[in-house]
């Protein structure tokens, strides 16, 4: 970005020059970037939670976490998995996990949820559209989940396909606070971007 006082020029690199203004102390861009398109970039996110239950397993991104409480779901309860698959669906526009993978259709009973992200990718790409990037963020007052993050990123790699570098995994308690410092629950959020291909 430059400052110019009185006349300035601002340039297209497909259109060439558009438009030429006299304007005190204007702001503008010298060399717009070629062919950039704004729709051709989606942000999306996604939130999920799972209330917990001794005796049942726990799974986060893709991994099972050692704990004495599990996830109360239809599916292996993978909530944060669920949040992220949300945040693709709607950057790309096609709706919600529920809408694809209903609680009360028995196909998706105990499911690895690793499989409906598979799912979602796919539909995500039949619209044009790739994975930028991801940010999820878990809130959990136990166990702690530090140990584990490595993993996280590396499996939800492997099953979207990309580099773990675009993925990133934030763990959090509540300090003690509301239904997940309770111990009663888990929160998960989960922003994403997809790019146009």
Known sequence: ????????????????????????????????????????????????????????????????????????????????????????????????IGLHFPDNDDRWKGIDSKLLL????????AKGYELGNTDITIALQAPKLRPYIDSMRSTLAEVIGTDADNISVKATTTERLGFVGRKEGCEVWATVLITKV
């Open 1 to 96: 970005m430059t400052s110019k006082t009185n006349e300035y020029v601002l340039k297209d690199a497909n259109l060439g020059k558009i438009a030429v203004q006299n304007v005190e102390n204007a702001y503008f861009c010298e060399n717009r970037t070629a062919g950039m398109e704004y729709s051709n970039i989606r942000i999306g996110n996604g939130y999920d939670v799972h209330a917990l239950k001794e005796g049942l397993p726990m799974w986060l991104c893709g991994i099972q976490i050692e704990s004495e409480t599990g996830f109360v779901a239809h599916s292996d309860g993978d909530v944060a998995i669920h949040a992220l698959c949300d945040a693709l669906l709607g950057a790309a526009s096609l709706g919600d």
């Open 118 to 125: 598979k799912e979602v990718m796919r539909l995500v790409r």
